[in-house]
């Protein structure tokens, strides 16, 4: 169970993830999205939307950095581990929560505005309820596990066992001791990782950052493949 | 010089009947699927009137265009490219669909499988949106004919511009309202800015014709174009999730067809045709200073494809030649640069639109003959047109930046073109100071007056289509060039048969007489013929 666990489903999910942008890539860019539904709703979604979506790129931020940057870092630059937890626990919770508020707000509605409940899909409700659990869970399990003076050090076991991962050895001995809920919040995670591709959320696959460094304006030549050259004027 | 070949569009107004013909044929060919029913890529409105999406034109609220920043530069009302970013999880300018309208259909089957009652059943409206039934309050068209003009008349933007300057001007009580018709597609501007606003780089101009087109398959979706564009001609395609937009038909003008909108267009007001442009001179030209400059500043981009060098260039630019001959005929440079009769759509939003629009002047004659004067008269005509029913400087707001000046110049030349009509119908011999009072000669007159009122086909329509050399090389290789020998039933295989060459065999192209000819022609003349020579050569033939 455990090896299935830590050791299989990571790579599972990334496989997954992978395969999934390259299928969208190669056969279905129509289909890649945003699917926005603020032509139906926008006083809302004005609101919420952002809310989400910047509350969700902190959160991201702190796992990147909680899981990649080894605490002998963070202790090398001078950031006590009291520090470091304090941002943890309320920094962290505190981008967990507005996300979760953005979310909240966003599935309130397209639950009740009529235009955007009709557009929602099967696979729209399965992604919502998978991101919603990821999230719930990481603020449940972090919260469980601190008080204000201390947590649990997931910089020991989590942080080591993800670095692992990408050493292509995973150290499955290191999440036997992690409590239950950190346990199902990275199960989750996981699960949340390998849907991205195959819903909507590919769309932060497409984020526009080539935005800033091209032209305003953009012009396209004649494909030369299917349109002949004209050649020399004929004639002697 | 960097020039460029671009396919345009004129509207003559005057001749505009609302019969939303173009709007209804462009549905059913383009927007006539799930997640487009709102959408028009032509509508006609009536001016004064709200326009759709309403209130479109203000730009305030909906921050089209460009603007110039503190330092002069070109920057996007909308915001920087960093703004952008920032802002790009909503976009807080976006329309709703109500700000278009909640399209319907109504419940048909219900008239059929009613039980039996008392009352008549009622086919009841759906919302195509939330399917669920609706209260239909507006429409793409609800103000059409002014339909409710007292109440909704002062909501026109231009209106509301008008009024600042000339306060009187405007009136929608009944006998004194004024109306007319704009029918309007995408500009395909010179200086897009929906190109300019999309984040994933989707939107282009195609460097052949001019046409801005959506990407299919690299838009994602975020709906910055929408907003960039102040005509609001991008649309949102709800069920795909992505933008679509007025296609200028290209699969029809690539071939030498006018767009739908032009072909169906029973008044005949639409012409379309190349104009020559100098692509260095956009950026420039969309940065002048004043805002009432920029249509001289647009002008002073297009090229005329008279002068000798500017053909040179233009081929030297790989400009196919029979383009460079098209723009010669062109009626849109004509009726633009020639006798500066048409005028662009808002110049003010800096996008340097390319549909433009010669203003009508119809309501006046109509206006100066229920006075009991002679409404063609040239005397009373000029000094009508200070007095227009339809105010010149709510004109002027549309299509020249508030700047009376351009609207006035091209009223008067159709007024004078009335004028001297008239004395030629009436078998009077025409005066020359009346086209020498607007700065042109009889020639040209009569010349503007064939191409506005006579309006023939060929002379609306002079599209060059793509890939013509395409043509040409497809066409010759009809005619064999490899040696017959080659072939299974060549001379050395079996022979031509009894018959000849063409005997039962369907494949000999018949377009070999005809290419015989062209290519003599060609070949032998001491220029380039004519594009519209070398047609009606074949034609005889």
Request: aromatic share 10%; proline share 6%; hydrophobic share 40%.
């Amino acid at each position: 169970m455990n090896v299935l666990l830590w050791g299989a489903l990571p790579y599972v999910a990334f496989a997954l993830l992978v395969a999934g942008i390259v299928w969208r890539y190669r056969y279905d860019r129509f289909g890649w999205t945003t699917r926005s539904s603020q032509i139906y709703e926008s006083k809302l979604l004005n609101i919420a939307s952002p809310v989400f979506h910047y509350g969700i790129l902190f959160v991201l931020a702190g796992h990147l950095l909680g899981l990649f940057v080894p605490a002998s870092w963070t202790d090398a630059i001078g950031v006590t581990a009291h520090t470091y937890h304090l941002f943890s626990l309320y920094g962290g919770t505190l981008a967990g929560a507005v996300a979760l508020a953005g979310i909240a707000l966003l599935v309130y509605r397209r639950r009740t505005r009529a235009p955007v409940f009709r557009a929602t899909t099967a696979n729209d409700k399965v992604m919502y309820l998978v991101l919603v659990a990821a999230i719930v869970l990481g603020m449940w399990a972090k919260v469980a596990h601190s008080t204000p003076t201390a947590g649990y050090e997931y910089r020991d076991t989590i942080a080591p066992w993800a670095r692992s991962l990408f050493r292509l050895s995973p150290d499955i001995g290191l999440m036997s001791g992690v409590p239950v809920l950190y346990q199902i919040h990275a199960v989750v995670g996981m699960l949340l990782i390998a849907l991205v591709p195959y819903t909507r959320l590919i769309h932060m696959f497409a984020a526009p950052v080539q935005y800033l460094f091209r032209p305003y304006i953009v012009y396209r030549s004649p494909d030369e493949r299917q349109l002949a050259r004209r050649g020399a004027p004929r004639g002697w | 010089m960097r020039i460029m070949a671009q396919l345009a569009m004129v509207m003559n107004l005057d001749k505009c009947i609302g019969c939303h013909t173009c709007s209804v044929t462009c549905k059913q060919a383009w927007t006539n699927r799930d997640g487009m029913e709102y959408v028009w890529f032509n509508n006609v409105e009536t001016r004064p009137g709200q326009g759709y999406p309403r209130r479109y034109e203000d730009q305030e609220k909906w921050r089209g265009g460009w603007r110039l920043n503190k330092r002069g530069k070109l920057t996007l009302r909308s915001g920087g490219r960093f703004r952008k970013l920032a802002t790009i999880f909503s976009n807080p300018e976006l329309p709703e669909i109500k700000d278009y309208y909640e399209p319907w259909t109504y419940e048909y089957k219900n008239l059929t499988d009613a039980p039996l009652g008392d009352d008549y059943p009622v086919a009841e409206p759906r919302s195509l949106i939330t399917g669920k039934p609706m209260k239909i309050e507006w429409g793409a068209n609800w103000d059409d004919d002014l339909g409710g003009a007292p109440q909704y008349g002062d909501l026109d933007p231009m209106v509301e511009k008008t009024r600042a300057q000339a306060s009187e001007k405007v009136r929608f009580a009944f006998e004194q309202t004024f109306m007319f018709y704009l029918p309007r597609i995408c500009e395909h501007c010179l200086n897009p800015s929906c190109v300019a606003a999309c984040p994933s780089g989707a939107i282009y101009k195609r460097s052949e014709d001019g046409i801005v087109l959506v990407d299919q398959d690299r838009c994602r979706g975020w709906r910055e174009c929408v907003t960039g564009c102040p005509y609001k001609k991008i649309y949102f395609n709800h069920r795909t999730g992505k933008a679509e937009k007025c296609t200028f038909c290209y699969p029809r003008t690539e071939v030498g067809l006018p767009t739908v909108c032009s072909e169906t267009c029973v008044g005949r007001l639409r012409y379309l045709g190349v104009l020559l442009y100098d692509a260095d001179k956009v950026a420039a030209a969309a940065a002048t200073e004043e805002e009432t400059g920029l249509y001289e500043a647009q002008l002073g981009v297009f090229l005329d494809p008279e002068d000798p060098e500017v053909r040179r260039e233009a081929e030297a630019a790989g400009i196919p030649h029979d383009w460079v001959e098209a723009a010669r005929r062109s009626p849109v440079h004509a009726l633009v640069s020639r006798y500066k009769v048409a005028l662009p759509l808002h110049p003010e939003y800096r996008t340097m639109p390319m549909v433009w629009y010669i203003p009508p002047l119809s309501p006046v004659v109509e206006a100066l003959n229920e006075t009991g004067f002679d409404g063609e008269d040239p005397d009373n005509l000029f000094g009508a047109i200070d007095t227009l029913r339809i105010p010149l400087e709510y004109l002027a707001e549309l299509f020249a930046a508030g700047d009376t000046g351009p609207v006035r110049a091209s009223l008067e030349k159709l007024a004078a073109m009335r004028s001297h009509m008239r004395a030629i119908n009436l078998g009077e011999r025409p005066d020359p100071a009346i086209a020498a009072s607007v700065g042109m000669d009889l020639t040209e007159m009569e010349a503007m007056y064939r191409l506005l009122a006579v309006a023939k086909y060929e002379e609306r329509y002079v599209i060059p289509t793509a890939a013509v050399g395409d043509a040409r090389r497809l066409e010759e290789s009809a005619v064999p060039t490899s040696c017959s020998l080659d072939h299974a039933d060549g001379p050395g295989m079996g022979g031509e048969g009894a018959f000849g060459q063409d005997s039962g065999r369907t494949e000999l192209p018949l377009v070999s007489l005809e290419t015989f000819h062209a290519l003599r022609a060609q070949q032998t003349a001491d220029a380039q013929p004519h594009v519209g020579d070398v047609a009606a050569s074949r034609g005889e033939k």
